[in-house]
């Protein structure tokens, strides 16, 4: 069956000045510039992710009032408004009415399973629960290494887990992540962080998935799969190949998936 691709989206600078013409816009500190006659806004927008991307707001955090970002950038509320806008649109910050605008952060209730778009049949919400089967260092094989764009034999650290919805096993996940920026990543660390997987590499590794690409189609469950979640071989099964990316669409994570279909179907919403 021929693969379906679904996208899913998402030191503090001294100065910086843009262009009210929609030129190109630059930062202290920072390198590079905007694309020449781009929307002021979207000038600003750069800027702000620019921030993002390097640290100076850290996720969970509060970010700058709009007033305070527009005497920093030197334009209007209103542009900087529109500018927020769209990264809350793209779920990397999160207004909170009266309170104001924090970056976001995968330790929020709704953004824990973001990614995932398994739904049970019966409607039910409640959380899965997570069996690590194992966690290793490996040289990686040219297919999982070309989508991270890594070199063949490049480490990668590769997780094995099952998913759970009620004790039963739903998810066998194959993880793979660049070994250069997840160090020290091990089962006992896993298996010792009670929170969302993501969280964890947001906090202590400094990685952040902001969006990601699918790949599904249907396949029957190999023996290992059909053991791993308690059904028959060759069962039907609904493979589900995530690559998830962070700042500057740089693919972080390669996510292999077989998912149960006999109690839950996969749902994304389409606009």
Known sequence: MPSLSSPISSGPAAA??????GGAA???GGGGEAPAFSPLYQQIKGLI??????GEWLPGQAIPSEHELAARFRVSQGTVRKAVDELAAENLLVRRQGKGTFVSTHAEERTQYRFLRLRADSGATAALQRRLLDCRRLRAPADVARPLG????DTVVEIRR??????VPVVLDDIFLPGALFKGLSAERLSDWKGPMYRLFEAEFGVRMIRADEKIRAVAADPEAAAALALAPDAPLL?????????????????RGL???DGHHYRNALS
């Open 16 to 21: 910086a000045t843009v262009s009210p013409a």
């Open 26 to 28: 630059s930062a202290s």
């Open 49 to 54: 992710t620019r921030s993002l991307q390097s």
């Open 150 to 153: 890594l070199k063949s034999g």
């Open 162 to 167: 099952v998913l759970l919805s009620e004790g």
């Open 239 to 255: 493979s589900v190949e995530r690559l998830s990316y962070t700042y500057g669409d740089k693919a972080v994570e390669l996510r």
């Open 259 to 261: 998912y149960r279909t």
